[in-house]
């Protein structure tokens, strides 16, 4: 890849946003951060509360921080259908921040790298086609944490319409799954520091909620997988 300036300024770019990501990690009480803006959020913005639970998750995935204390934070403060809602809303903004970040800063230099690779190609191509249906599928079995793929779907040639669609959809049983969970919980505490320490009973509630969820998309992700596999 020839040197040009844009490109320097994207890689520059990139190296500082990772740099960053290190040190806030490794030197901010990211938990007290988290618990203290839950509790603005009870304590202070009354019927905007779920609007700045939604609005938190952009920054927090394009710094691939965990937002999973977020959608239990949406379970506990909110309850079931008005946190799910917004942890569903907040992640798919989320998601696409980072994913139009990605693609801004990182996808010409990938692409760059990578367009030789013959592996590479077939990926791109296949996805060029039937980039929704890959993406759901990768959304509904997250083989890959949420952040990694965020960014690792901005450098391909899916559309931000069907990534954000099916981003939306994919992540649906496990935001269920996680904003339940949250609605068990007795304290803020256990939102941002205990909140592994749950009952097995609780863990078990979760998961059929997450199970009867995707079951119900079996077949149509099925079908997907197949008609992919056919084309490709």
Request: aromatic share 12%.
């Given at each position: 890849m020839a040197f040009t300036w844009g490109?320097?300024?994207?890689?520059?770019?990139?190296?500082?946003?990772?740099?960053?990501?290190?040190?806030?990690?490794?030197?901010?009480?990211?938990?007290?951060?988290?618990?203290?803006?839950?509790?603005?959020?009870?304590?202070?913005?009354?019927?905007?509360g779920p609007f700045a639970l939604a609005v938190a998750y952009i920054p927090l995935t394009v710094l691939a921080v965990p937002a999973s204390v977020l959608t239990l934070g949406g379970g506990y403060l909110f309850g079931l259908p008005i946190g799910f809602v917004a942890d569903s809303v907040g992640a798919t903004l989320g998601s696409g921040a980072a994913f139009l970040l990605g693609r801004t800063i990182g996808k010409p230099f990938v692409v760059a790298k990578l367009k030789d690779y013959p592996q590479f190609q077939s990926v791109a191509l296949a996805i060029e086609k039937s980039g929704f249906k890959i993406c759901l599928l990768l959304r509904l079995a997250p083989l890959l944490p949420f952040?990694?793929?965020?960014?690792?779907?901005?450098?391909?040639?899916?559309?931000?319409?069907?990534?954000?669609?099916?981003?939306w959809l994919g992540m649906m049983p496990i935001t269920l799954a996680l904003v339940y969970v949250g609605t068990t919980l007795k304290d803020l505490s256990d939102v941002t520091h205990k909140w592994s320490e749950f009952s097995p009973g609780r863990w078990v509630r979760s998961t059929q909620i997450l199970i009867t969820f995707s079951a119900s998309c079996f077949n149509l992700y099925s079908d997907l997988f197949s008609a992919i596999c056919r084309r490709s």
């Open positions: 490109s320097a300024l994207r890689i520059s770019v990139l190296l500082i946003l990772v740099a960053a990501i290190v040190l806030a990690c490794y030197f901010l009480p990211v938990e007290k951060l988290l618990k203290d803006f839950l509790l603005w959020v009870e304590q202070d913005l009354g019927p905007w952040s990694m793929l965020n960014y690792l779907l901005s450098v391909t040639p899916i559309r931000l319409g069907p990534y954000l669609l099916s981003s």
